[in-house]
């Protein structure tokens, strides 16, 4: 196990005797044993206190349990001349030597840390944890592990950049170096401390590949202050964004940290760190599971309804939508936020699909529910298919977010079946239809429609009508079963859209067309797979 030697105790000497906590004491040592940071503060500190009184001759080290191999004997006496008691103008402030070390240990142990600003300390406690565990329970997700995220307050890179710069000039003068990655990060450490605490509480595992999130947000109320001076010395890294309170972000104190002059920080900045007003506060504490993925395939049997809401300069057009009716019922059993669909395309509110129907997807976002069995999916299946006779549903089940993609998958070289009803203005006979069925690969070419230019790009698209059959009604109407590239404008196709469609059924006929109805026959997307129900 890691242990402190004595090359830590000028580490350990200095950040004591300014208020430093035992546990960033750890860090700053390179302890890299998470079991070290897991004892009790109180025993951590006696453990420090043992440290600082035991022989600096002998050759042993003092560790928390097991002794390591005894290291190269280290003259630690101090320099007659230490380090320049330099004020604000300068920089590096003298620190007093420990020559009481009780004095010190009390003094660090009722201070907030002037480096972690009370992480390590109280908020490694049970009190704590209890109440992040009451969190997550109260919320009343279903989940087998989780990960623990954690968001800290910017300027304790600050503090811990003035305590390394201390530290590194007190190390120079003994012949020895601190580099900067050689400091455990807090928040390493902190989840070190929490993650077996969490697990115990709740039960389960922490896994960094788990779905479940538990978050917790830190601040402090003196992050600007504290923070000012880099606005001023590099302002470019302080830009005001539209959802951030502060410009000060973590990203962007780290980014004026590299920049700045080691000079100019110690100008501006109190080296080592002085002991802060207040403690940090839990600002937020979050839970949040990974979305989930629903597919299936729909059929809809209205010819007024669209498939996704309709609304036009905010006034809702029609009722509900394909979206609504299915989402609905989806959100209420696993209990989500939110959610998103999509499809394999889309028709127009006045189209029905039938045959067996379009694939769907729907991601639900942070659900409290993900544990579904295949009837009980079947169950919400029936229940979907009861609620309306607008819609159906089938072959609905759990995918991954990846399988989702197969549903996009060269999509436009996908074909598609329809059925239309139309409408010719000069009377006609069986004999002036049938030509149509002898045409097969006819080439189009598609400007964007004039229903639609207000929401797709002006452009000339080519599509593909692979077969056409036609079954003779009366003088003025026939059906058309047309097998096509996805993406075709059958509308268009059928009126020619003031010629912007070319050719199209009027030109073919030579005369004028009009399509009545529209049914979408088939979606040729093997995806999601077929069901047993």
């Not at 002037?114 to 997550?136: H, M, T």
């Not at 189209?351 to 993900?370: D, H, K, M, S, W």
Request: hydrophobic share 35%; aromatic share 8%; net charge negative.
């Amino acid at each position: 196990m890691s242990s402190l030697t004595e090359k830590d105790r000028p580490i350990v000497q200095l950040l004591l005797n300014t208020g430093t906590c035992p546990r960033c004491i750890l860090r700053f040592c390179s302890v890299g044993s998470q079991m070290l940071y897991r004892h009790p503060y109180k025993d951590l500190m006696k453990v420090l206190k043992e440290f600082m009184k035991s022989n600096q001759e002998k050759e042993d080290t003092v560790c928390f349990d097991v002794v390591d191999p005894p290291c190269k004997r280290i003259r630690l006496e101090h320099p007659e001349e230490g380090p320049e008691d330099l004020n604000h103008n300068g920089a590096l402030q003298q620190i007093p030597q420990v020559n009481d070390e009780n004095t010190a240990m009390e003094n660090s142990a009722v201070k907030v840390c002037n480096v972690c600003l009370g992480i390590l300390q109280e908020f490694c406690e049970p009190d704590f944890v209890n109440k992040v565990c009451q969190k997550v329970n109260s919320a009343d997700y279903q989940f087998t592990s989780f990960v623990f995220s954690v968001s800290l307050p910017p300027q304790l890179s600050v503090r811990e950049r003035a305590a390394w710069l201390v530290l590194k000039q007190e190390m120079r003068n003994l012949g020895l170096s601190l580099a900067k990655d050689d400091i455990v990060q807090l928040k390493e450490a902190y989840k070190w401390i929490i993650h077996p605490q969490l697990s115990e509480e709740l039960g389960v595992p922490a896994d960094g590949k788990s779905l479940f999130e538990v978050s917790v947000v830190f601040a402090h109320p003196e992050t600007d202050e504290e923070c000012h001076f880099l606005a001023t010395a590099c302002p470019d890294c302080f830009k005001p964004a539209k959802n951030k309170q502060s410009v000060f972000t973590r990203m962007a104190v780290i980014k004026a940290l590299e920049k700045i002059k080691e000079e100019d920080f110690l100008k501006h900045f109190p080296c080592p760190p002085s002991s802060p007003k207040n403690l940090c506060v839990a600002l937020e504490i979050q839970c949040n599971n990974g979305a989930v993925f629903v597919a299936g395939r729909y059929n809809k049997y209205s010819r007024n309804l669209p498939q996704t809401p309709w609304i036009i300069d905010g006034e809702r057009k029609l009722e509900s939508s394909v979206e609504e009716l299915i989402s609905e019922h989806l959100m209420a059993e696993f209990k989500a936020d939110s959610f998103n669909f999509s499809s394999s395309g889309r028709e127009d509110v006045d189209v029905r699909t039938l045959g067996n129907g379009r694939p769907f997807a729907i991601e639900l976002v942070n659900p409290r529910r993900i544990h579904f069995t295949a009837e009980e999916m079947k169950r919400l299946q029936q229940t979907i298919n009861t609620s309306s006779d607008k819609i159906q549903v089938r072959d609905l089940q759990l995918v991954t977010r990846s399988a989702i993609g197969r549903m996009k998958e060269g999509e436009e070289e996908k074909t598609k079946t329809y059925s239309a009803l139309i409408w010719i203005d000069k009377a006609i006979q069986k004999e002036d239809i049938v030509f149509l069925d002898d045409i097969k690969e006819l080439k189009l070419d598609q400007k964007t429609p004039l229903r639609v230019l207000h929401r797709r790009p002006l452009a000339v698209r080519c599509r593909i009508i692979h077969t056409m059959r036609s079954e003779y009604i009366d003088e003025h109407h026939f059906r058309l079963h047309l097998k096509t590239q996805a993406g075709t404008y059958i509308k268009e196709f059928v009126h020619g859209d003031f010629g912007r469609t070319k050719p199209n059924i009027g030109s073919l006929l030579n005369r004028t067309a009009d399509i009545l109805e529209l049914d979408v026959e088939s979606v040729d997307v093997d995806w999601p797979p077929t069901l047993d129900n």
